[in-house]
C-alpha cells in the first residue's frame, strides 16, 4: 500500500517550458488535492478534486492547470513556467472531502529558472 | 475560514509533555479544528482533529476550550522524532490552509 504517491521527486525547468506533475493514490479516496509550499511558509492550496470528475480552485490557482483522470489520478500541469513557480509540490488525499484528514505523498521539489 | 494565531516556536524535554497553543477567536460553529505536522520537507502527516470535545487518539490529545475559540494540542511523551513544525487549521470545507505553524524542538 504505497499512499499517495507523486512524480516527478525534482524537476528544474526554464522559464516558458511545460510540465505535468503527476500524483495517484491507492487508497480509493474520492478527493484529491494539489498545494505548493514556498521556503519558510505553510502550504497554500493551489487546486482541489472534491470527486471524479470535479475540479475547483484553490487559494493560488494562477498559472496551473488539473485534471481528475480518473479516481486514482490528479495531475498538475504548468503550461509556462515561471520563476516565481519555484516551491515544493504537495499532493493529497482523502477519503470523502472535508472532515476527513488528508495523506500527503513526498513532494516535487520544482525550480523554474 | 477561520485564522489561527500559533507561537513561532518553542522548545520540549525529551520525555516531558509538549503544549501547544492555538488561538481561533474567530471561529464558526461547523468547523474543525485540524493538527498536522511537517517533519523535515517531508508531506505534511494528519495528528488529530475536533469539533467540540476533546479528543485523543494514539499520537495525541486536542483539548479545545469551551468557547472554541482556542485549542491546545498535548504530545504525551515528546522524543526527538517529534521534532516538526505543527500546523492549526480551522476550517469547515475543502480548504484547509496551512499557517506558517510552531516549529518545535525536542531536546535531550
Known amino acids: 500500500n504505497a499512499g499517495v504517491t507523486q512524480t516527478p521527486k525534482f524537476q528544474v525547468l526554464k522559464t516558458g517550458q511545460s510540465m505535468t506533475l503527476q500524483c495517484a493514490q491507492d487508497m480509493n479516496h474520492n478527493s484529491m488535492y494539489w498545494y505548493r509550499q514556498d521556503p519558510g511558509m505553510g502550504l497554500r492550496l493551489i487546486y482541489y478534486s472534491a470527486s471524479e470528475g470535479t475540479t475547483d480552485k484553490g487559494e493560488v490557482p494562477n498559472g496551473y492547470n488539473v485534471s481528475r483522470l480518473n479516481k486514482r489520478e490528479f495531475s498538475l500541469r504548468l503550461e509556462s513556467a515561471a520563476p516565481s513557480q519555484t516551491s515544493v509540490y504537495f499532493c493529497?488525499?482523502?477519503?470523502?472531502?472535508?472532515?476527513?484528514?488528508?495523506?500527503f505523498g513526498s513532494g516535487t521539489q520544482l525550480s523554474v529558472l | 475560514d477561520a485564522k489561527t494565531t500559533q507561537p513561532p516556536s518553542m522548545d520540549c524535554a525529551e520525555g516531558r509533555a509538549a503544549n501547544l497553543p492555538c488561538n481561533h477567536s474567530?471561529?464558526?460553529?461547523?468547523?474543525?479544528v485540524y493538527w498536522y505536522r511537517q517533519i523535515h520537507s517531508q508531506g505534511p502527516q494528519y495528528i488529530i482533529h475536533?469539533?467540540?470535545n476533546n479528543e485523543t487518539n494514539e499520537m495525541a490529545s486536542l483539548i479545545i476550550t469551551e468557547d472554541r475559540k482556542s485549542s491546545t494540542l498535548i504530545l504525551p511523551h515528546a522524543t526527538l522524532r517529534d521534532t516538526a513544525v505543527y500546523y492549526c487549521i480551522v476550517s469547515s470545507d475543502y480548504k484547509l490552509s496551512f499557517g506558517a505553524g510552531t516549529t518545535v524542538t525536542v531536546r535531550a
Open positions: 493529497a488525499s482523502s477519503a470523502t472531502g472535508p472532515n476527513e484528514k488528508l495523506f
Open positions: 474567530t471561529i464558526s460553529g461547523n468547523e474543525y
Open positions: 475536533g469539533l467540540k
